[in-house]
């Protein structure tokens, strides 16, 4: 029989992205997989959306929102409550291959040693532009993460994206889950990390495709994912990096000043704000 998968993906505020998703799930030729969709306090009609057109997912609703993070773990918990062997983190923003999972699963079952396995990433409107091969790597002298635009090994990168992430469980069950103190962006590499850390090898399935929508944001939008992608940035650099404090200041004067020489004005301020809060909270 084929391994048991469960699917996890987090609605917030999302709800036509979430439908895309659902419906592109219908169509994978994987034979044993449960679909669970946790709303991260999203406080709309989604719930009642979703299970109306998707009877057949397992709905989970947090009542806040956690974080993605937070909110995939509420997900994760009840997948290995169920006794998933492979855990799939996808985003709610994607469409997939009818073979992505099963090119995914074939890949994992054939190394024992990975302990996890990525897609490769491509824009929805422009299908064969790849927007990551599976993940990427992390300078950490200059505290900048940068995706893999070409086939690469997956022993080769640093880490995989969030967007599209089979887990094993045994795996997960020796590192723990993602680390709920980022609240959003750089969870998944330092699971990856953390992964890699334990002797666990990371993959890449080339045959494994999911198509990833490029999101249109307000300014406020940008201003709070620029805010949180920098206190993220500091919390992992002052894990991973030799040199943490260059780190952050390399990595935030980078950021800081592409957005300066654009004229984006507030989302600097974000910058220095996401970076300040970092660091108070660095130790947390």
Same mark, same amino acid.
């Given at each position: 029989?084929?391994?048991?998968?469960? =699917?996890?993906?987090?609605?917030?505020?999302?709800?036509?992205?979430?439908?895309?998703?659902?419906?592109?799930?219908?169509?994978?030729?994987?034979? %044993?997989?449960?679909?669970?969709?946790?709303?991260?306090?999203?406080?709309?009609?989604?719930? /009642?959306? =979703?299970?109306?057109? !998707?009877?057949? &997912?397992?709905?989970?609703?947090?009542?806040?929102?956690?974080?993605?993070?937070?909110?995939?773990?509420?997900? =994760?918990?009840?997948?290995?409550?169920?006794? +998933?062997? !492979?855990?799939?983190?996808? %985003?709610?923003?994607?469409? &997939?291959?009818?073979?992505?999972?099963? +090119?995914?699963?074939?890949?994992?079952?054939?190394?024992?040693?990975?302990?996890?396995?990525?897609?490769?990433?491509?824009?929805?409107?422009? /299908?064969?532009? =790849?927007?990551?091969?599976?993940?990427?790597?992390?300078?950490?002298?200059?505290?900048?993460?940068?995706?893999?635009?070409?086939? &690469?090994?997956?022993?080769?990168?640093?880490?995989?994206?969030?967007?599209?992430?089979?887990?094993?469980?045994?795996?997960?069950?020796?590192?723990?889950?993602?680390?709920?103190?980022?609240?959003?962006?750089?969870?998944?590499?330092?699971?990856?990390?953390?992964?890699?850390?334990?002797?666990?090898?990371?993959?890449?399935? /080339?045959?494994?495709?999911?198509?990833?929508?490029? /999101?249109?944001?307000?300014?406020?939008?940008?201003?709070?994912?620029?805010?949180?992608?920098?206190?993220? +940035?500091?919390?992992?650099?002052?894990?991973?990096?030799?040199?943490?404090?260059?780190?952050?200041?390399?990595?935030?004067?980078?950021?800081?000043?592409?957005?300066?020489?654009?004229?984006?004005?507030?989302?600097?301020?974000?910058?220095?704000?996401?970076?300040?809060?970092?660091?108070?909270?660095?130790?947390?």
């Amino acid at each position: 029989m084929a391994p048991r998968v469960c =699917i996890v993906t987090l609605n917030w505020r999302g709800i036509e992205d979430t439908l895309g998703c659902l419906e592109s799930l219908r169509q994978l030729a994987y034979p %044993n997989f449960q679909v669970v969709v946790v709303d991260n306090g999203s406080g709309d009609d989604s719930v /009642p959306c =979703i299970a109306d057109r !998707y009877p057949e &997912v397992d709905l989970v609703e947090t009542g806040a929102n956690l974080g993605f993070a937070g909110g995939c773990n509420v997900g =994760i918990r009840r997948a290995l409550e169920r006794g +998933a062997d !492979y855990l799939w983190l996808l %985003n709610s923003d994607t469409w &997939v291959d009818a073979n992505a999972l099963t +090119a995914m699963v074939e890949l994992a079952e054939g190394d024992s040693a990975l302990g996890a396995v990525g897609s490769v990433i491509c824009d929805q409107a422009a /299908p064969e532009r =790849i927007l990551a091969w599976g993940g990427g790597w992390v300078d950490l002298r200059r505290g900048c993460p940068s995706h893999a635009l070409a086939p &690469v090994e997956g022993t080769e990168l640093d880490y995989l994206t969030g967007a599209s992430l089979l887990l094993r469980a045994r795996a997960l069950a020796e590192v723990g889950l993602l680390d709920e103190r980022f609240f959003l962006y750089w969870e998944e590499t330092d699971l990856c990390f953390r992964l890699r850390g334990h002797g666990w090898k990371l993959g890449v399935a /080339p045959d494994s495709r999911v198509w990833h929508r490029a /999101p249109g944001a307000s300014l406020r939008r940008l201003r709070q994912k620029d805010r949180h992608f920098n206190a993220s +940035a500091v919390r992992f650099l002052f894990r991973y990096a030799p040199h943490p404090w260059s780190a952050v200041l390399i990595g935030g004067a980078l950021r800081l000043g592409k957005r300066l020489a654009r004229g984006e004005f507030g989302r600097a301020r974000a910058v220095l704000r996401g970076t300040l809060a970092g660091l108070r909270e660095r130790h947390s």
